[in-house]
């Protein structure tokens, strides 16, 4: 087929013919129209690509946690498309549908080239294409250079820029099954989280922002290894340290996923103090009615990660440790001095690490920290670590972390068996022997110690059941919340909020973007929006009342023991009374997680929890929830695009 250059004028006649659908398994990319092609005779070459928008992948297969949707979703894709790594044209993304599982289709459709091909796939950033339009037979070098995108005092929000490429080394051919599978998409920005939970008794968070941010970001980074990540900065030539971003209220204990920042170096100068990118904190100390203001500083104390420095696609999570006294009276104050009077630590985050700890010159992380094994012999878990140790040890301990034993690399008792990787990557605990049925759940720690830190993990034999003993309703619950799509969370965890017959999964803690305005139609919720896992399902509005008919109910407050509130549904007084995490006998803890209302803005929480029945109410056709709160247990009709929790039955 001969190919001539397609106008702008031209691109909707020439879309027409070229859509292709394309199944993308974890998130997506690209698209139809061929803009600026001028060389000489090709044939159209289809290709279906994989791409995904997680970090680097864990040493184990693991969901993901902690991703939200504008870290996820894509809507717009472009892919420059090199041949000898000399820019040829770009392909525009239609059409791109993105789910809840983080998965989309788009249509796509190459130029076949016997020439060594590369093609970069830009995500969410039309704009900047279209401004700094890449040129015909630029190398890849100045097509970096070119594509930026300037940083203004606004916060940066929506759908993140992305990258992924993919190399085709003898070139695109249009008889060849081009499928393509397991591109990574790297964000442009990283993000920066603060907890203060742990200082809630006398200071309380009121707004973050930024001081001394890059004014321009680079869209394709510079020198990424092949996971892909990176490990050194992309800054645009001429760029200026010279924006401080406006402030942006947060709740009183925490600013999760709000603010976005562009990549950064150490200051060239050295002055740490006054030219180093910092984030400011503003908050209310020992009850004061005023805002001052604190710094923190961006420097995790781990290799490659220099004062100051931010990385692309990294999250950076604060989490204050202390607060002395009141901090300064102004943002612009708190930037130009090193903080004294607050204490943080900050450390890198990865998806698969939920817990983790550190001081000054070390982290160490687990997936969890808290584990169920059911009661039959060799049933076993698999514990993914993070650390920046050279080594860590294991040894048995009691309740309270005290060491029970000698460290050791491997443990063993009359129950279990614990072994570290040899490469410490992972921990695999496995029950040796059945848990009969006629016997109390067993019950173990283990603390795992390296330099000064100590991370302390719980694990549960459940107690063999005699055949599914059903439950209030006359069916079986789920023990914990719905988590990701298809996942149950941890016991110590909230899950995630869903709308009505919907397995969009939304964020139980933190502001989201993207929210559905519009609820889903139908009667009942459909098999194929079920995000309960395999064999399980959403209850009906009956076995949600069956629930709060239970005998025994017992509310229980934020502890030593909770960290968030909720209840125990038993079937008698006394057994919600005595259950706990360790010992639930037959109770069940719903979580008092709160609700996203019809705008996705996150209410109630650690007041009330709302949990959704699959049927609609037969005499007003609305959807319902079950309510709990101290003393209020009750099912009344909302709207279907309220985000509420969801707690599984057997099927």
């Excluded at 009183?252 to 709000?258: G, L, R």
Aim: proline residues 5%; hydrophobic residues 35%.
């Amino acid at each position: 087929m001969k190919t001539k250059r397609i106008s702008l004028q031209n691109i909707n006649h020439y879309s027409q013919q070229l859509f292709l659908f394309i199944i993308v398994a974890l998130l997506c990319g690209c698209s139809e129209d061929i803009t600026n092609k001028n060389n000489g005779n090709s044939t159209d070459t289809y290709l279906q690509f994989s791409v995904i928008t997680t970090d680097a992948t864990p040493p184990k297969n693991i969901l993901k946690s902690g991703q939200t949707d504008s870290e996820s979703t894509i809507n717009q894709v472009q892919i420059l498309v090199f041949e000898n790594d000399l820019y040829q044209y770009r392909v525009t993304g239609t059409g791109i549908t993105n789910s809840g599982t983080y998965s989309a289709t788009f249509k796509a459709r190459l130029l076949s080239s016997d020439q060594p091909t590369t093609i970069y796939i830009i995500a969410n950033s039309d704009t900047e294409l279209d401004t700094n339009e890449p040129q015909v037979g630029d190398n890849i070098s100045t097509v970096k250079d070119r594509l930026t995108k300037s940083i203004s005092a606004n916060p940066i929000n929506g759908n993140l820029s992305m990258w992924g490429s993919y190399s085709f080394p003898s070139g695109l051919s249009a008889t060849d099954d081009n499928t393509i599978t397991g591109i990574r998409m790297l964000r442009a920005v990283a993000r920066v989280d603060v907890i203060a939970n742990a200082v809630s008794s006398n200071f309380q968070l009121a707004s973050i922002q930024a001081f001394r941010v890059a004014n321009n970001m680079q869209l394709i980074p510079d020198n990424p290894t092949t996971t892909p990540s990176v490990t050194e900065p992309s800054v645009p030539v001429g760029t200026s340290y010279n924006i401080n971003t406006s402030a942006i209220a947060t709740l009183p204990e925490s600013s999760v996923a709000q603010l976005y920042l562009p990549e950064s170096t150490t200051p060239a100068s050295g002055d740490l103090v006054n030219d180093a990118t910092c984030i400011i904190v503003g908050g209310y100390y020992g009850g004061s009615n005023t805002i001052t203001y604190y710094r923190l500083d961006l420097n995790p104390g781990i290799s490659g990660h220099s004062f100051g420095q931010i990385l692309r696609n990294h999250r950076y999570e604060f989490t204050i440790t202390s607060v002395l006294s009141e901090g300064y009276s102004t943002p612009q104050d708190a930037a130009n001095n090193i903080s004294s009077s607050m204490e943080a630590r900050v450390v890198l985050w990865s998806d698969y690490v939920k817990h983790m700890v550190f001081d000054l010159n070390n982290y160490l992380g687990v997936s969890e920290s808290y584990i169920t094994l059911p009661g039959e012999a060799n049933s076993s878990y698999n514990i993914l670590i993070q650390t920046s140790l050279s080594n860590y040890n294991m040894t048995w301990a009691d309740r309270t972390g005290l060491p029970e034993g000698s460290p050791s690399s491997s443990l063993s008792d009359d129950y279990f068996q614990v072994d570290k990787a040899s490469d410490g990557s992972s921990i695999l605990v496995t029950a040796t022997q059945v848990n009969r049925a006629d016997s109390t759940d067993r019950v173990r720690y283990i603390l795992l110690q390296g330099a000064a830190l100590k991370l302390l993990i719980t694990v549960i034999q459940k107690a063999v059941k005699v055949g599914p003993a059903p439950g209030p309703g006359g069916v079986i619950w789920a023990e914990t919340n719905v988590d990701l799509p298809y996942t149950f969370a941890s016991q110590t965890s909230i899950g995630k909020f869903y709308q009505w017959n919907r397995n969009t999964a939304w964020a139980s803690t933190g502001t989201v973007t993207g929210w559905p305005s519009t609820g889903a139609a139908g009667f009942l919720w459909e098999e194929a929006n079920d995000p309960c896992p395999t064999g399980w399902r959403v209850p009906t509005r009956d076995e949600l009342q069956a629930l709060i008919n239970s005998t025994g109910r017992s509310w229980r407050i934020i502890s030593a023991d909770y960290d968030y509130p909720g209840v125990w549904f038993a079937p008698t007084q006394e057994e919600a009374n005595d259950a706990t995490f360790e010992d639930p006998g037959n109770g069940l803890f719903f979580p008092a997680g709160g609700r996203r209302d019809a705008t996705g803005t996150l209410t109630d929480a650690g007041f009330n929890s709302y949990y959704w029945g699959s049927d609609v109410n037969p005499l007003g056709g609305t959807t319902e929830i079950m309510s709990i709160a101290s003393g209020t247990y009750i099912i009344f009709p909302v709207a279907s695009t309220l985000g509420c929790l969801v707690r599984c039955v057997r099927d």
